[in-house]
């Protein structure tokens, strides 16, 4: 177990709630949390690095959301909005190219150095030159790794100036640097830190931006900072006292590590944890009858999928990228593995998004399924493996599906792995079907147009490495739509665009999207103020207090 840097009094608690857990079993004994503390018990497996150029995961995308901050920030009262975050205002040229941010005054980072432009611009020059995975929603706008520093500079200490390739929506521009990537660093401090790397053939700092460091250092000025992070255990964070917004009511915020739904029930209702976040229908119900706790949840900009790797070549077939879309009994999954915690959906809109398509034209049908398989050429069916973190509900659809698939003659080996392994191999476009999860970079439909129609370049060593092109589906026209939608600004005609995307999604795509998650929660009952967003980035706990 680990307690690390912690305070005494919770290095105590936790290691005793650890201790009773093992010594009692499945019955550990009541706890209680620090009153300055919040503890949450969820899977945070698919945390791989801290550096907001590279981190493109669920879990840590909440915690760069609560430690950074970013110039705008997603309105969640109003998602068709953005707010202030270190900028106070903003402008946009007449012909739609130069965006110019007017930064608060008096800002510090956690550390202490005060935010300047630079910091704002050196956050930009870093991500593109770093060219990590996020990256592409900044250099989608023309930033180059040989024009950012003059397309995205400071023209003084408190101006940040954008200049963009193309006349965007602005709505869509601003979205885009509400994601995770757009976190300002502190520059000052990186570099610091960079300095005191000793550079190897392997590892040469003058060109990696402190990126080494950055993966398990903080440079922030969120409510909260990162203090401790231990990867598949535990990540702890601290108030920010140099924050220039309403301070956290409290001290710290614990994520511990716990996978399964039922244990995080057991440890929510002895009072070792505060809250749980991955509950599974049948603990949910039991939490929501407990008159000790309560439970919150909101829709979310997530949609689960099977992705169908297009180098397989049986994979590869129209009509079996078809046929499997028939093999997944989607009445069943909602009925029990999703229930209460997702809505069965088949387009990759999420709803409440513009242009979102509400169409669900497949239904399980092993006859369907068959005849289009028998069109394929593979009547007897065929062998496919399934790369799933091992993790509900995705374990319980694989394995349902698994079922399913091979009433038609697919027999389908799952491949169990962390979250760490399964996306690892799964970027590397080495999977036959990977079952995941995809959450929105930004509140707007471009996000997931962009990741699951667009793949502007197909070779191995592509540079926009969208879903299409982790699973190599080549779709130059489609990709061109996705681009031509960005620019047009009649709302009307732009949704129009969108839905006619998502139906050829349906139609053509290698992706079997299943539904539509609801982020669920339960929680002790002195629990207030928690309130879950429409992104992982917007799950803000600065306002969160314990009675």
Known sequence: MFIGK??????????????????????????????????????????????????????????????YDMLVRLDVDDTSKVK?????????????LTYTFKLKPGLKFASGNPITAEDVAWSFERVVKLDKSPAFILTQFGLTKDNVAEKAKATDESTFVLTVDKAYAPSFVLNCLTATVGAVVDKKLVLEHVASVTPTDDYKFD??????????????????????WRANEILVMERNDNYYGDKPALARVIYRHVKESAT??????????????????????AVSKNAALATTSAPKGTVYYISLNQKNPNLAKPEVRQALKYLVDYDAIGSTLIKGIGEIRQTYQPKGVLGA???????????????????????????????????????????????????????????????????????????????????????????????????????????????????????????????????????????????????????????????????????????????????????????????
């Open 84 to 96: 202030p975050g270190i900028a106070e205002s903003w402008t946009v040229s007449d012909d739609g």
């Open 264 to 285: 995080q029930r057991l440890m929510l209702e002895s009072g070792d944890v505060d809250v749980a976040r991955n509950l599974e229908p049948g603990d949910l119900e």
């Open 357 to 547: 398509l509400d169409s669900d034209p497949f239904k399980f049908d092993v006859a369907k399924a068959k005849e289009l398989l028998e069109k394929a050429g593979l009547k007897d069916g065929f062998s496919v493996t399934m790369d799933v973190r091992n993790t509900q509900p995705v374990t319980g659809i694989a394995e349902a599906f698994q079922q399913t698939a091979g009433q038609a003659g697919v027999k389908v080996e799952i491949i169990p792995g962390d979250g760490k392994q399964t996306l690892t191999k799964y970027r590397a476009r080495n999977h036959d079907m990977y079952i995941g999860q995809w959450g929105m970079d930004y509140w707007d439909p471009n996000s997931n147009a962009e990741t699951f129609t667009s793949n502007p370049n197909n070779a191995d060593d592509g540079t926009v490495k969208t879903l299409a092109w982790r699973n190599a589906w080549d779709v130059p026209e489609l990709s061109e739509k996705t681009k031509a939608a960005l620019l047009e600004r009649d709302a009307d005609k732009r949704a129009a665009m969108y839905r006619e995307l998502q139906q050829a999604a349906l139609d053509t795509s290698p992706f079997v999207l299943i539904f539509q998650q609801t982020e669920v929660a339960g929680m002790r009952g002195n629990v207030k103020n928690y309130k879950l967003g429409p992104s992982f980035d917007s799950n803000f706990v600065a306002p969160v207090t314990k009675e």
């Open 6 to 67: 912690l305070n005494g009094h919770f290095r105590v608690m936790l290691a005793g709630a650890a201790m009773s857990a093992l010594v009692f079993g499945a019955a550990p004994a009541l706890a209680e949390t620090p009153a300055d503390t919040l503890v949450q018990a969820w899977a945070i497996d698919d945390t791989i690095t801290l550096d907001p150029a590279e981190s493109f995961e669920l879990s840590p995308a909440e915690f760069l959301g609560n430690a």
């Open 207 to 228: 060109n990696d931006f402190g990126n080494g460091w950055m993966k398990t250092g903080y440079a922030g000025s969120g409510p909260f900072k990162i203090r401790d």
